[in-house]
């Protein structure tokens, strides 16, 4: 198979500090002439030059160029510094940008009349869909302006057998608690516990109420970290298909648990709206998001999305599909993989020996506590501390003794407050 000029280009590099004909400190040919060697773009040399410096090959200085760091055979698969595996997202997300505006007149000069998305990214996303357990059509397969439109299109849509009233989990995202709240939609509540969810309760509101849909986060809850084991997904799934309900599925850390299926995987009845979102992976401010619909909902979904906007930003959708398609995506996702796994064990240690018994979870850069009473709320929130007290994220007010800590020194006096 013929290499593509981006490859061509980071094997010969990578040949070349092999076989000592680069040493370490050597400095590369610029973009601009390599460019002309290989005959192709300096976009193309710079994403190469990025997957190599990704590699630990080559590290740049600015207004100079790039240099050799070290020999491949060297281990390549160290933690990233949290600032390094950032600009190495920004790099190469601007270089994707940058590469949507070269010959892509057809459709930043006319509308692009797909209220589904574009066809490229649908295409890519259908692909990390199927890789991450989550099996539909690509005609299901809905891009939106991030989770937060695709949330509000869901609330505002009439849904099949007349139903009006939205189930939420308590906590839950703070978000979907102000949607609901200030639009003034009927809602029921049912708490969420690190001990599990009351599937009594839930059938008696599936049974009683008349429920369009229940919110809910599986896996790594937002915000108390937990997930629904295997018995309780099947469980859901089966309540909602005897109950006609359906379930908004908001799997916005998929990216970093594969060794779990998604609740959608369990949905042989049509009954999960699965939302994915890439804020979580890449940038908060990638306001992208893919919504996989059951059929007998896609026609009113798109057509309240289309009240709302001719189509999603286009430049985003094509330049996020360059990122998935290069293998940037995949590449970012396992640097900030090995960063949260090397913040977990920190935390991990700093819990272990830390005197005070507190129950806890950890998720990604940040601790849950659950505390005992109120009196340790008011002991903390005399501190200056950066504290997320998730009371806040219950519609119905009631005092959630958990609190989110980010950060090990705020974690090491908070747990000596509490001492």
Same mark, same amino acid.
């Given at each position: 198979?013929?290499?593509?000029?981006?490859?061509?280009?980071?094997?010969?590099?990578?040949?070349?500090?092999?076989?000592?004909?680069?040493?370490?400190?050597?400095?590369?040919?610029?973009?601009?002439?390599?460019?002309?060697?290989?005959?192709?773009?300096?976009?193309?040399?710079?994403?190469?030059?990025?997957?190599?410096?990704?590699?630990?090959?080559?590290?740049?200085?600015?207004?100079?160029?790039?240099?050799?760091?070290?020999?491949?055979?060297?281990?390549?698969?160290?933690?990233?510094?949290?600032?390094?595996?950032?600009?190495?997202?920004?790099?190469?997300?601007?270089?994707?940008?940058?590469?949507?505006?070269?010959?892509?007149?057809?459709?930043?000069?006319?509308?692009?009349?797909?209220?589904?998305?574009?066809?490229?990214?649908?295409?890519?996303?259908?692909?990390?869909?199927?890789?991450?357990?989550?099996?539909?059509?690509?005609?299901?397969?809905?891009?939106?302006?991030?989770?937060?439109?695709?949330? !509000?299109?869901?609330?505002?849509?009439?849904?099949?057998?007349?139903?009006?009233?939205?189930?939420?989990?308590?906590?839950?995202?703070?978000?979907?608690?102000?949607?609901?709240?200030?639009?003034?939609?009927? !809602?029921?509540?049912?708490?969420?516990?690190?001990?599990?969810?009351?599937?009594?309760?839930?059938?008696?509101?599936?049974?009683?109420?008349?429920?369009?849909?229940?919110?809910?986060?599986?896996?790594?809850?937002?915000?108390?970290?937990?997930?629904?084991?295997?018995?309780?997904?099947?469980?859901?799934?089966?309540?909602?298909?005897?109950?006609?309900?359906?379930?908004?599925?908001?799997?916005?850390?998929?990216?970093?648990?594969?060794?779990?299926?998604?609740?959608?995987?369990?949905?042989?009845?049509?009954?999960?709206?699965?939302?994915?979102?890439?804020?979580?992976?890449?940038?908060?401010?990638?306001?992208?998001?893919?919504?996989?619909?059951?059929?007998?909902?896609?026609?009113?979904?798109?057509?309240?999305?289309?009240?709302?906007?001719?189509?999603?930003?286009?430049?985003?959708?094509?330049?996020?599909?360059?990122?998935?398609?290069?293998?940037?995506?995949?590449?970012?996702?396992?640097?900030?993989?090995?960063?949260?796994?090397?913040?977990?064990?920190?935390?991990?240690?700093?819990?272990?020996?830390?005197?005070?018994?507190?129950?806890?979870?950890?998720?990604?850069?940040?601790?849950?506590?659950?505390?005992?009473?109120?009196?340790?709320?008011?002991?903390?929130?005399?501190?200056?501390?950066?504290?997320?007290?998730?009371?806040?994220?219950?519609?119905?007010?009631?005092?959630?003794?958990?609190?989110?800590?980010?950060?090990?020194?705020?974690?090491?006096?908070?747990?000596?407050?509490?001492?």
């Amino acid at each position: 198979m013929t290499k593509t000029k981006y490859e061509t280009i980071i094997s010969d590099i990578t040949h070349q500090i092999e076989k000592g004909q680069l040493g370490v400190s050597s400095k590369l040919p610029s973009i601009r002439s390599l460019s002309q060697s290989y005959k192709c773009s300096k976009d193309t040399v710079q994403r190469a030059l990025t997957d190599l410096r990704h590699r630990k090959l080559i590290y740049p200085i600015q207004k100079s160029g790039y240099y050799v760091l070290e020999a491949p055979e060297q281990d390549n698969h160290l933690p990233l510094p949290a600032s390094e595996i950032d600009n190495l997202a920004y790099e190469d997300f601007r270089i994707c940008l940058d590469e949507t505006l070269v010959g892509r007149q057809s459709y930043l000069f006319n509308y692009y009349h797909k209220q589904e998305g574009l066809e490229e990214l649908l295409q890519s996303v259908h692909k990390l869909l199927i890789a991450s357990d989550v099996y539909s059509k690509l005609e299901q397969l809905v891009i939106t302006t991030g989770t937060q439109q695709a949330l !509000y299109i869901l609330s505002q849509m009439d849904f099949p057998e007349n139903k009006n009233e939205i189930l939420l989990e308590s906590p839950t995202y703070h978000r979907m608690n102000s949607l609901v709240k200030d639009q003034g939609l009927p !809602y029921q509540t049912i708490d969420r516990s690190w001990s599990g969810l009351d599937f009594e309760k839930l059938e008696e509101l599936f049974k009683n109420h008349p429920i369009k849909f229940f919110y809910t986060i599986p896996r790594l809850h937002n915000p108390l970290g937990m997930s629904y084991t295997e018995d309780e997904k099947k469980k859901l799934v089966e309540l909602a298909h005897r109950y006609k309900v359906y379930i908004v599925e908001d799997d916005y850390l998929a990216d970093f648990d594969k060794k779990h299926p998604p609740l959608h995987y369990y949905d042989t009845n049509h009954r999960v709206i699965y939302i994915k979102s890439f804020s979580a992976a890449l940038f908060p401010a990638l306001r992208i998001a893919t919504v996989v619909l059951p059929k007998p909902l896609l026609k009113r979904f798109l057509n309240s999305k289309q009240l709302m906007d001719y189509d999603t930003n286009l430049i985003l959708q094509k330049a996020l599909s360059l990122y998935i398609n290069n293998g940037l995506f995949k590449r970012n996702v396992a640097g900030l993989k090995r960063r949260f796994e090397e913040n977990q064990r920190q935390n991990q240690a700093i819990l272990e020996k830390h005197p005070f018994n507190i129950p806890y979870k950890l998720l990604n850069n940040r601790v849950i506590l659950e505390l005992s009473n109120q009196k340790q709320v008011q002991m903390l929130k005399q501190h200056d501390l950066p504290l997320n007290f998730l009371e806040a994220n219950s519609l119905d007010n009631t005092q959630n003794l958990y609190i989110q800590v980010t950060g090990k020194e705020d974690l090491i006096k908070t747990l000596d407050i509490l001492s």
